[in-house]
């Protein structure tokens, strides 16, 4: 995805170029017809003083008297040149030499004027712009030209034109400078926002203090309405939290009276009701061992092990002051899932393998290039492989297995982990045991 900044410059540059290259247009357009008009009424005037040179001798010829029209029509290839034609008139300027002329007719009054090749020098290539005229002296009818190479004022004109290219280009490249400078002071005061994102990330703070921060007015909209959703997640997480905690504390009284009253069903009612009650029990025991696991709620929080771990371990130590938990795993490893389903998840592992691993518990949690693993293994009496096959078959309640209805509590950690693309086996643990194996995705 392309960035604000890169995205903001691809539209300067658009803008600047869609303002800027127009007028260059029109400039360049502007500067062609004043010069060609400039060098035109120039050769108007040249045009006049050929008229007013031209004469008729007693044998009725015409001829131009060169001395009134000055030196560049003399000189061989000056870049100014002259021709009349008539009926039986054929006159042009020295500066032609041998060239050819344009063999043209226009009636008089009329004009019209032209650019063309002009003499080949061989290392330079003249450009003439021609003005063409009909005109009448005494009954006779004459077509008259003059040239004058403009070669020259067209390289002057592209360099001109290069230069100035050169001169946009570069104060583009200055402008982006100076608006990636900007841009960066601007986002500089977003940084605020950034460590306080990362803080709350990293569970160092619940809210972003929204009201009282100094953040920009443009995003001062943005870290309300983060600050908002994350009150009213924390709010509904702990709502449903107290929730199920509260139905489970409230629901011990009425199983009680419930065992009371299945005391005077008869013996084969009483079996049958007390493995209901017994199932309802190990479901309430379960809600409560959750929450006094996962504590208060935070969501969103990326969950670091070195902060997290050891209260959990402690609540499992009360519950299971036999059981001895050894847990192996980097001070510093910080996994990205979320906090309340990483503790969901290992606290469900870890009470399973307290309750049936045999008193010998160890956690293993380690990052690799990919994913991140986990490991609880027991000493227990471990599962046959058959078991195994069906307990992770889709669809089946793996915390509703077996006589006493509690079954391996694997409910909850399979769907934590389905709910980030990971995977679940259960394998035999050497020499006896099992070995609960998970991994997850490293982004989560």
């Not at 960035?3 to 303002?19: A, D, E, F, G, K």
């Not at 100094?214 to 509904?236: F, G, M, N, S, W």
Request: aromatic share 6%.
């Amino acid at each position: 995805m392309i960035s604000v900044q890169q995205q903001l410059h691809r539209q300067w540059l658009i803008t600047l170029l869609v303002i800027l290259l127009p007028l260059l247009v029109l400039a360049d357009y502007g500067v062609r017809r004043m010069t060609t008009h400039y060098i035109l009424d120039h050769l108007g005037q040249d045009a006049d003083s050929l008229i007013s040179a031209m004469t008729e001798d007693d044998q009725g010829r015409w001829q131009v008297d060169e001395q009134r029209l000055g030196s560049l029509y003399q000189r061989v290839y000056s870049g100014h040149y002259y021709a009349v034609h008539g009926d039986d008139t054929d006159l042009h300027s020295r500066s032609l030499w041998d060239h050819k002329v344009p063999d043209m007719q226009l009636p008089p009054g009329s004009s019209r004027y032209w650019q063309q090749a002009g003499v080949n020098h061989g290392s330079h290539q003249e450009t003439w712009l021609i003005l063409a005229q009909g005109i009448r002296i005494s009954d006779h009818t004459f077509t008259l030209w003059v040239a004058e190479d403009i070669s020259p004022l067209m390289s002057l004109l592209q360099r001109y034109r290069m230069i100035a290219l050169a001169l946009l280009a570069g104060s583009m490249v200055l402008l982006l400078i100076v608006q990636r400078r900007q841009l960066r002071k601007a986002f500089a005061r977003l940084q605020p926002l950034q460590q306080q994102l990362r803080e709350l990330r990293f569970g160092e703070r619940n809210s972003l203090n929204s009201a009282v921060a100094d953040y920009p007015q443009e995003v001062q909209p943005l870290a309300e309405e983060i600050d908002r959703l994350l009150t009213l997640l924390q709010e509904r997480v702990s709502r449903s939290r107290n929730a199920l905690g509260n139905l489970a504390h409230e629901m011990k009284r009425p199983l009680q009276q419930l065992q009371l009253l299945a005391e005077q069903l008869s013996p084969a009612q009483q079996q049958q009701q007390r493995q209901i009650l017994q199932q309802l029990q190990t479901l309430i025991q379960r809600e409560l061992k959750r929450a006094r696991i996962v504590g208060l709620s935070s969501p969103g929080r990326q969950t670091r092990l070195a902060d997290e771990l050891p209260p959990l371990l402690q609540v499992l130590s009360q519950l299971y002051p036999g059981v001895s938990i050894h847990c192996a795993y980097e001070p510093e490893a910080v996994m990205p899932q979320d906090r309340d389903d990483v503790l969901e998840l290992l606290g469900n592992l870890l009470d399973n393998a307290c309750k049936y691993g045999g008193g010998e518990v160890t956690l293993t949690v380690e990052q690799q290039p990919q994913q991140w693993q986990i490991e609880v293994t027991d000493n227990g009496p471990g599962i046959a492989a058959e078991d195994r096959e069906r307990l992770l078959r889709r669809g089946a309640r793996l915390d509703e297995q077996g006589e006493d209805g509690s079954g391996l509590g694997l409910a909850i950690v399979s769907d934590i982990v389905a709910s980030y693309q990971g995977t679940l086996a259960l394998r035999p643990h050497l020499p006896q045991g099992l070995r609960v194996l998970i991994t997850l995705p490293v982004r989560g």
